[in-house]
């Protein structure tokens, strides 16, 4: 089945902005577990390794900040749906690391993702 030419751009320019994410991260010093995650409960951009810490990334990106930028996309029922799917994961290792939850921001118009560490907690 072919997807409308409209969700094709979309979804591409979210493979573009995870690569842009992923690559500033390792420059960062962080490195991949797991790309697009996913279960039932939902989906996980990047899992990545910081240190000691298990890093749970959600990605975001934004052509503009007209409705409140791509942080503010993130709400409390996104949150709850990555914590869910990130507890899932983490059934599948033997030992719990000391985890976080990270995002991270592309905007069209900064050549810079910005960066938060520690975004949300359960």
Same mark, same amino acid.
């Given at each position: 089945?072919?997807?409308?030419?409209?969700?094709?751009?979309?979804?591409?320019?979210?493979?573009?902005?995870?690569?842009?994410?992923?690559?500033?991260?390792?420059?960062?010093? &962080? %490195?991949?577990?797991?790309?697009?995650?996913? /279960? =039932? $409960?939902?989906? #996980?951009?990047?899992?990545?390794?910081?240190?000691?810490?298990?890093?749970?990334?959600?990605?975001?990106?934004?052509?503009?900040?007209?409705?409140?930028?791509?942080?503010?996309?993130?709400?409390?029922?996104?949150?709850?749906?990555?914590?869910?799917?990130?507890?899932?994961? &983490? %059934?599948?290792?033997?030992?719990?690391?000391? /985890? =976080? $939850?990270?995002? #991270?921001?592309?905007?069209?118009?900064?050549?810079?993702?910005?960066?938060?560490?520690?975004?949300?907690?359960?």
């Amino acid at each position: 089945m072919k997807l409308p030419r409209l969700l094709q751009a979309s979804n591409s320019k979210g493979v573009l902005a995870e690569k842009q994410a992923l690559s500033y991260l390792q420059e960062q010093g &962080l %490195r991949l577990i797991c790309q697009n995650y996913y /279960c =039932r $409960f939902g989906e #996980i951009d990047l899992i990545m390794i910081d240190q000691d810490t298990l890093v749970f990334i959600e990605v975001r990106y934004r052509k503009n900040s007209d409705f409140g930028g791509p942080f503010a996309s993130i709400n409390k029922s996104k949150q709850r749906k990555i914590i869910t799917t990130a507890k899932h994961y &983490l %059934r599948t290792l033997e030992d719990e690391p000391f /985890c =976080r $939850f990270d995002a #991270i921001a592309i905007d069209s118009k900064s050549t810079t993702p910005a960066w938060i560490q520690n975004a949300f907690q359960e």
